[in-house]
């Protein structure tokens, strides 16, 4: 008796098997911009969240970043030529 896993390890060759034979033609990438367009898609998906930890970090860090950099130019000295 076969166990779970082996029968989904199964299906899931036979489905990718099946899959590869029924393609009636493979198309060969060459550029990499064809890579970009099967790897990633050109839709944006509006149902994900656009405030995360990684926005907030970044805008917060680049923000402090701006501000000392403001702060040490306002009292750099200007040499006068």
């Known amino acids: 008796m076969q166990s779970l896993r082996e029968k989904e390890n199964i299906d899931v ?3 990718v098997t099946s899959s590869i ?3 009636p033609t493979t198309d060969v990438i060459e550029k ?3 890579v970009a367009l099967e790897v990633i898609s050109p ?7 656009v405030f995360t930890a990684r926005t907030l970090v970044l805008g917060v ?3 402090a970043f701006g501000a000392v ?3 040490i130019y306002t009292f750099k000295p200007q040499a006068r030529t």
């Open 13 to 15: 060759k036979e489905e």
């Open 61 to 63: 860090g680049l923000s």
């Open 32 to 34: 990499a911009e064809e």
């Open 69 to 71: 950099l403001s702060t």
């Open 43 to 49: 839709d944006d998906d509006p149902d994900l969240p």
């Open 21 to 23: 034979d029924s393609s």
